[in-house]
């Protein structure tokens, strides 16, 4: 024992409710960071009891302590490796004979070991009863301590049995496998002993060689091929689950009474015609609520900006601060990330929105409703998870593309990503199709969604053909109890998604506006008041000739679009200076900026507009995503093509839509 | 037979699992084996469906359904 502080991981299947109960266990005192050499989340939270003080740590969702996923060798890692003095096993009582095959394998490390007994309330709903005096009879007598994540009921008791349980020290065997099993357990024992006589967990590591697990045989390097068949995995996993049926039939009392109510809401959801409905309609709706309550709020929020940046002018003229100094705060700084920060609500209610859909459970039926129309390009359904978490962030989004089971599918898939609009272009559409398109404003922001979404899978169906690769379709995904969206969970996920965006607003925006600003106020001649003879002008009209088909023939077009290389959102915020819009609320909102841009440029209307906001959704990503792509593809080659495949798309496209624009309008 | 070729609201006994390797380990890991009975709850023409074994629901693609071979759980 280490004076009071007890290591604890929290480990449990994907959807057991694991993150609800560490959020409750530990507050909003996190600590977030990557497991050592993957990019995979590492969250820790402290907490206490009595004079305990408890260290949480959070693993990634595993159904089995295998390592063929890097959820699972993390996992794995993390409980071997680190000094963890108490595994919590989440488990999720509704579907308790799927996550005690987890629960075994974990016991048979012999640590200390509590379990969580979550979703007790949905076991209640489905008219089943659970023994819970011969449940931890039957699991070698640790704690099994029934808890309510979400209404943070048992949550002392809890704390008590990881406190106490720890105390008592580890646990002995569960269950006996049959004796040809067991006869060669005892064998590689004995040849691991005579390898590394303080050898720990020499029962646990007996299993896994005998199921053929490749890093423990890797770290092993003992002669055991005599011993061990192909088919004793099978046996080991079978046998397992011989026991856990076994524990079912004496604990689980009025099996299927009701009629499940996901059962019902799936009827609709999930079927092949009403499912694709379904899921438009739902995402059309998220859209509709993050524009119009979205744009309300941000007029609230303008006026409190405008106010704020009106009394930084005051401020700074009482001070007789220089006039170049005044500029570069007002027309660099405050434009530049006030501009940023009046788009807060939508971002906040975007995310909200996706936060809801995660924790109900709908997301995943996601991948089974597009299962058919993913296969049709070569990708299985689980490929459009990382392309509806593009519409928050794309560099999650390209982490997720992990999940897929080949490198062919995880590389076109980091390659249509970022086709999906993520976050921080929406304020690009808010701006530029409240100030062209007025009344259907919600309506071509959401032309561009379907837009990003097209693109990718067509890209997709080119890039299988391309390949001649055959269908290989693997869609495997839990699809996890509908319930009510946790409040605890959604706010700490929108919370940390806005803190981001207000770190980002703090730090990339705040110097790409200084940085723009100076581009725009110094030349070849120093100081200039004129920006037409800056440096951003002289590079911007260098680019000029290539934009002019795509109808974006001012280099003020063509220098924000470069800077939105650092971070999609400071296109926005460098059309403000760029234009010198002081604030877009001061200029009475759009339309200042608007007359603005047609003083510079007449022609400017709808088409170019809608060129412009193409170009952005399709172009390079920022930095960070292109940072993302290289780790996660481990190849600069590849992350070379994904730059230059959308750079050329981008193009096309907006020369596209100009086109036929200019012929329409 | 395999599970590709069950329909909906039936249930089936599962006799054996054809797929790569890795993924039938992972299907071990689920609960997907021998003996094991699966419920169809619902399936796309194109073979993709949602079952339900075990207690709990999963949606397996075409290829996973082709691997999985069974007979009727009555049987």
Redesign the interface.
């Known amino acids: 024992m280490k004076g009071n502080c007890i290591k604890v991981a929290v480990v449990g299947n994907p959807n057991c409710g694991k993150t609800t109960l560490f959020n409750v266990l530990t507050g909003s005192r996190l600590k977030v960071a990557n497991w050592p050499g993957v990019t995979v989340e590492k969250i820790e939270g402290v907490s206490s009891y009595e004079e305990f003080e408890l260290r949480l740590i959070d693993t990634p969702g595993i159904y089995s302590l295998a390592s063929y996923t890097i959820e699972e060798k993390v996992t794995r890692r993390c409980i071997i490796d680190q000094d963890i003095d108490v595994i919590l096993n989440v488990v999720d009582a509704s579907s308790l004979e799927r996550n005690l095959y987890l629960t075994l394998q974990l016991l048979e490390l012999k640590k200390p070991m509590v379990i969580a007994l979550n979703m007790m309330d949905i076991v209640k709903e489905r008219g089943l009863e659970l023994d819970l005096h011969r449940l931890p009879e039957l699991l070698g007598n640790i704690p099994v301590v029934p808890v309510s994540a979400a209404k943070k009921n048992g949550i002392a008791v809890l704390l008590h049995a990881i406190v106490h349980h720890f105390e008592e020290g580890p646990i002995e065997d569960v269950f006996q496998y049959s004796n040809e099993i067991e006869e060669k357990i005892e064998k590689i024992e004995v040849i691991m002993s005579a390898y590394d006589p303080k050898h720990h967990f020499k029962r646990w590591h007996a299993i896994k060689l005998l199921e053929g697990d490749e890093e423990v045989i890797r770290d092993h390097p003992i002669e055991t091929e005599i011993l061990i068949d192909r088919s004793d995995e099978k046996k080991v996993i079978q046998e397992k689950y011989g026991y856990i049926e076994k524990i079912v039939e004496e604990v689980v009392f009025h099996k299927n009474k009701n009629a499940h109510r996901t059962e019902r809401i799936d009827k609709w959801l999930t079927h092949p015609v009403f499912g694709i409905f379904g899921f438009l309609l739902i995402m059309s709706f998220v859209f509709f609520i993050t524009f119009s309550i979205g744009d309300y709020l941000k007029g609230i929020l303008e006026t409190i900006l405008a106010t704020i940046s009106q009394s930084i002018e005051q401020m700074l003229q009482a001070l007789q601060v220089a006039d170049w100094m005044q500029s570069m705060i007002l027309e660099g700084a405050v434009a530049g990330v006030g501009g940023i920060l009046t788009f807060l609500p939508n971002i906040a209610i975007l995310f909200l929105a996706l936060a809801f859909l995660e924790d109900s459970g709908y997301m995943s039926r996601v991948a089974y409703v597009m299962d058919g129309i993913m296969g049709k390009v070569g990708l299985s359904g689980k490929a459009f998870l990382p392309m509806i978490l593009g519409f928050g962030c794309t560099v999650p989004a390209i982490m997720a593309s992990r999940a897929l089971e080949t490198e062919a599918d995880r590389r076109k898939t980091m390659m249509i990503t970022p086709f999906m609009s993520c976050s921080a272009r929406l304020p690009i559409y808010i701006l530029f199709s409240g100030m062209f398109f007025e009344r259907y404003a919600y309506l071509v922001s959401f032309s561009l969604y379907l837009l990003g979404i097209f693109v990718a899978i067509i890209s997709a169906f080119l890039l299988t053909r391309r390949r001649k690769e055959k269908d290989k379709d693997i869609l495997l995904i839990e699809l996890p109890e509908y319930k009510r969206p946790n409040f605890r969970t959604i706010r700490i996920y929108v919370t940390t998604k806005l803190l981001d965006y207000l770190t980002k607003a703090g730090t990339t925006i705040f110097i790409a506006s200084l940085v723009i600003w100076a581009l725009l106020h110094f030349g070849p001649n120093g100081m200039t008041t004129d920006a037409a003879a800056s440096f951003g002008a002289i590079l911007g009209k260098r680019l000029v000739p290539i934009m002019q088909p795509a109808g974006l023939g001012n280099w003020q077009f063509v220098v924000a679009l470069i800077s939105g290389i650092s971070a999609k959102e400071v296109v926005v915020s460098s059309i403000t200076v760029l234009f010198q819009a002081t604030n877009l609320a001061i200029n009475s909102g759009n339309q200042g900026l608007q007359q603005r841009i047609l003083a510079v440029a007449p022609e400017f209307g709808a088409s170019n507009a809608y060129a412009f906001m193409v170009f952005s959704l399709l172009y390079t990503p920022c930095i960070a995503t292109i940072a993302t792509i290289k780790k996660e593809s481990m190849s600069w080659k590849f992350t070379i093509q994904v730059i230059l495949f959308q750079l050329i798309l981008a193009w096309v496209a907006a020369v596209i839509c100009y086109q036929i624009g200019r012929l329409l309008v | 037979m395999t599970l590709f070729d069950g329909s909906s609201g039936s249930e089936y006994r599962i006799t054996g699992i054809y797929v790569a390797y890795?993924?039938e380990?992972?299907?071990?890991?689920?609960?997907f084996?021998?003996d094991?009975v699966v419920r169809i709850?619902?399936r796309?023409?194109?073979g993709?469906m949602?079952v339900k074994l075990?207690?709990?629901?999963?949606?397996?693609?075409?290829?996973?359904a082709m691997g999985i071979e069974v007979k009727e759980a009555s049987q």
């Open positions: 890795t993924i380990r992972r299907l071990e890991a689920l609960g084996n021998e094991t709850l619902t796309k023409k194109n993709a949602i075990r207690g709990t629901r999963l949606a397996i693609g075409k290829l996973i």
